[in-house]
């Protein structure tokens, strides 16, 4: 697997879980990095089931959300899984203001993430 | 309506490059904690401030670092306002599609609008779209 700066990969069985090195995804730099890097795990790395774990996560601007989406195609595209996880209130609002709790999968903890996968 | 007592303002301009909205926001996050702000009200202010800034350098000016985008913060124990102006041709908020509609949800833009909206009081743009001004009274107690 490439080496990855903004996310940390850990294997649990045949799932992919994910967590972000950066509590705030702001800069749009690293926010571009983190895609590509996402966007590997898919494109380069042909994972199936995928878990992002937002537990450090504390702050993520509209130019995250929108990586999020790019990713979330890239993993229909390929026939994958993906489902998110440990999101703290205040981060669920923003998904929920701006709807995308229609769009992505969501649950309240890894455990329950593993479980449907 | 008698003029609100402000503690705290600051006026500055900033270059529109990646990143250079940073200082600003740290700055006005500290002032109102100082000022007894407590953290779920600083995510909403960190919130349209980040989006409205990274909106006037990136999609006002071009991120041209030549153009600015001129800040005018004043905050109080109870109200924060701001104002954030570009030097861009401008755009008319009514037409941009709506990002929470079914059939938007799958577009990569459009959602900092519906962040600055959901999480200010108010939020109104000049007429020729290059400059907002928004508001936001404080809801929750002090921090802790």
């Known amino acids: 697997m490439a080496k990855t700066r903004r996310i940390k990969v850990n294997e649990s069985g045949q799932v992919s879980v994910v967590t972000f090195a950066d509590s705030k995804i702001i800069d ?27 537990a450090n996560v504390e702050f993520l601007s509209s130019a995250a959300l929108g990586k999020l989406i790019g990713f979330d195609k890239r993993v229909k ?5 993906l489902i ?20 992505f999968q969501i649950k309240d903890d890894e455990a329950d993430a593993l479980a449907v996968l | ?26 700055e006005v996050l ?25 909106n006037a350098m990136r999609h006002g000016n071009r991120l041209d670092a030549k153009k600015k985008v001129v ?17 861009g041709t401008g755009f008319r908020p009514d037409v ?3 990002c929470t509609a079914e059939e938007n949800l799958e577009r990569c833009s459009g959602r900092g609008l519906a962040l600055i909206k959901a999480y200010m009081t108010s939020v109104e743009y000049n007429d020729s779209g290059n400059s907002v001004t928004m508001e936001k009274f404080r809801t929750t107690g002090p921090a802790g």
Not at chain 1, 29 to 54: C, M, P, S
């Open chain 2, 1 to 26: 309506m008698s003029e609100h007592s402000w503690s705290w303002n600051v006026h500055t301009s900033l270059p529109s490059q990646s990143g250079a909205h940073e200082s600003c926001v740290r």
């Open chain 2, 71 to 87: 800040v005018e913060c004043k905050a109080s124990p109870d109200r924060f306002w701001m104002r954030v102006q570009d030097e």
């Open chain 1, 77 to 81: 595209q390929h026939a994958a899984e």
């Open chain 1, 84 to 103: 998110l996880s440990n999101i703290r209130p205040e981060i669920y609002e923003v998904f929920a203001i701006t709807k995308l709790t229609k769009l």
């Open chain 1, 28 to 54: 749009e730099a690293e926010i571009q990095e983190l895609g590509q890097e996402l966007y590997d795990l898919v494109e380069r790395e042909d994972r199936k089931k995928i878990v992002l774990n937002f």
């Open chain 2, 30 to 54: 500290a002032q109102l904690k100082l000022l007894g702000w407590a953290d779920r009200d600083l995510f909403a202010v960190e919130m349209a401030l980040v989006e409205s800034l990274v």
């Open chain 2, 96 to 98: 941009v599609p709506d």
